[in-house]
């Protein structure tokens, strides 16, 4: 069986690793960062399958630009995490075409079925 690589980039440390926790459980193998700059080196050095992008990180670069640069220069698909879902935000991350944006807290079931998706997407 394949280990799926997922790329976890969420700043705030103890949500990054309950949600690491829980992804390994189901056979996945996880990296967490938690600026855009270490999940573009990330993306690029290892070609995760899956990018889970929180839209509020740290760093020069929020969560939408850094997804935008994995999507463009590696096509690997984002799913978006966040605990603001305004209209405004929703938008601006059209441009690196996610498979979904997923509300804060996660629904385990529904991120679990949306990561076969996105896998299923690219395979």
Known sequence: MTQYKILIVEDEFITALDLQRTLKKQGYSCQITS?????????ENEKPNVVLMDINIDGEINGIETAEKI?????????????????????????????????????????????????????
């Open 35 to 43: 600026t855009g700059a270490e999940a573009i080196t990330f993306a």
């Open 71 to 123: 999507y463009s220069k590696f096509a690997i698909p984002i799913i978006f995490m966040t605990g603001y879902s305004d209209e405004e935000n929703i938008a601006k991350t059209k441009y690196s075409k996610p498979v979904a944006v997923l509300c804060k807290p996660l629904d385990i079931d529904v991120l679990k079925a949306t990561i076969i998706s996105a896998i299923e997407k690219v395979a």
